[in-house]
């Protein structure tokens, strides 16, 4: 420690280097992560889907969006019967 320079100037100092090197340290950190998860999404699911995959993908979104306009028209419908009820009571 410095003697000339007053106590509370070298502490404020020593925290701010502190601080500026928590953050580089944080920057390569997540760089690394984030490379390292490149790397898996890469294995794990290639670029190209072929297309039976495609087509198993588009079929089932459609299905799904069938079996949720069913399931809303259903819910629509238990909801005026169910209303119906409640006023002759």
Known sequence: MDDDKPVLDQVTD??????????ETAKTVVKKVRRAARKAAKKVMP?????????????S???ATKANRKIAKKTAKKGKKSKAK????
Do not use: D
């Open 14 to 23: 020593a925290i701010g280097t502190a601080a500026t090197t928590t953050a």
């Open 47 to 59: 670029k190209k889907a072929s297309k039976k995959a495609k087509k198993a993908a588009k079929k």
């Open 61 to 63: 979104a459609r299905k």
């Open 86 to 89: 409640k006023s002759r009571r």
